[in-house]
T-cell receptor
Framework: KQEVTQIPAALSVPEGENLVLNCSFTDSAIYNLQWFRQDPGKGLTSLLL?????REQTSGRLNASLDKSSGRSTLYIAASQPGDSATYLC?????????FGTGTRLTVIP | EAQVTQNPRYLITVTGKKLTVTCSQN?????MSWYRQDPGLGLRQIYYSMNVEVTDKGDVPEGYKVSRKEKRNFPLILESPSPNQTSLYFC??????????????FGPGTRLTVL
C-alpha cells in the first residue's frame, strides 16, 4: 500500500525566507502528485499538480518538483509571506485513490 | 462559482443516531469521494464513486454507506454512529479519474462529534 511521508511536520521561518517542503512516497506507480494548502477550519485548495511524466510545475512563487524513481517531491516557496502560513499536504494519485501525507504546518513570522 | 458544498458544517450527535452528511458539486464532475481527517493520520478515503450508480470502498469504509443516484450529489450515511467516527470529513470531486491532469476540488469540511 502506498505510504506518503512529509518532513518536517512543522516549520517556522521569518518573512522573506525561501523554503522547501519535502514529500516522499513508497510506490512509484503514480499518475500524478498534487500539493494542497489547508487553512484552519477550511477545506483543501489545490496548489500544483505534477503529472507522472513531468519533472516540475511552477505557479507564481511556488515550484514543485517530482522525482518518481526516488519517490520524492519538493515544494519550494520563494520569498515567504505571512499569508503563506497554513498546512501543506502532498497527495499521490493511484489507481482510484489519493494517498495523502500528514502535512507540514508552516508558520511565516512577520 | 464552481464549488463543492457540504452540509452540515458542524454536527454533534449521540451514539446510534443515524445521520447523513450531504455533498453536492456544480461542476458536472464524474468522480466524487469522501475522506476523513484525523490528527496524525492524515486524510483517508472512505468511499469513492467513478460515476452515477458506481461506488466502491476506500481505505476505511467500515460504519459508512454512500449512494450516487445523481451526478451532482454524493451523501455519506452513518447508520449507527460511534465515538470513533468523530472526525473532520471532506467531500471531493474531479472531472474524472481517467485523466492524470484532473485536480481534486474539496468541500469545506464537516466536523462531526459523536458522544
Amino acid at each position: 500500500k502506498q505510504e506518503v511521508t512529509q518532513i518536517p511536520a512543522a516549520l517556522s521561518v521569518p518573512e522573506g525566507e525561501n523554503l522547501v517542503l519535502n514529500c516522499s512516497f513508497t510506490d512509484s506507480a503514480i499518475y500524478n502528485l498534487q500539493w494542497f494548502r489547508q487553512d484552519p477550519g477550511k477545506g483543501l485548495t489545490s496548489l500544483l499538480l505534477i503529472q507522472s511524466s513531468q519533472r516540475e510545475q511552477t505557479s507564481g512563487r511556488l515550484n514543485a518538483s517530482l522525482d518518481k524513481s526516488s519517490g520524492r517531491s519538493t515544494l519550494y516557496i520563494a520569498a515567504s509571506q505571512p499569508g503563506d502560513s497554513a498546512t501543506y499536504l502532498c497527495a499521490v494519485m493511484g489507481a482510484n485513490n489519493l494517498f495523502f501525507g500528514t502535512g507540514t504546518r508552516l508558520t511565516v513570522i512577520p | 462559482e464552481a464549488q463543492v458544498t457540504q452540509n452540515p458544517r458542524y454536527l454533534i450527535t449521540v451514539t446510534g443516531k443515524k445521520l447523513t452528511v450531504t455533498c453536492s458539486q456544480n461542476m458536472n464532475h464524474e468522480y466524487m469521494s469522501w475522506y476523513r481527517q484525523d490528527p496524525g493520520l492524515g486524510l483517508r478515503q472512505i468511499y469513492y464513486s467513478m460515476n452515477v450508480e458506481v461506488t466502491d470502498k476506500g481505505d476505511v469504509p467500515e460504519g459508512y454507506k454512500v449512494s450516487r443516484k445523481e451526478k451532482r450529489n454524493f451523501p455519506l450515511i452513518l447508520e449507527s454512529p460511534s465515538p470513533n467516527q468523530t472526525s473532520l470529513y471532506f467531500c471531493a470531486s474531479s472531472r474524472s479519474w481517467t485523466y492524470s491532469t484532473d485536480t481534486q476540488y474539496f468541500g469545506p469540511g464537516t466536523r462531526l462529534t459523536v458522544l
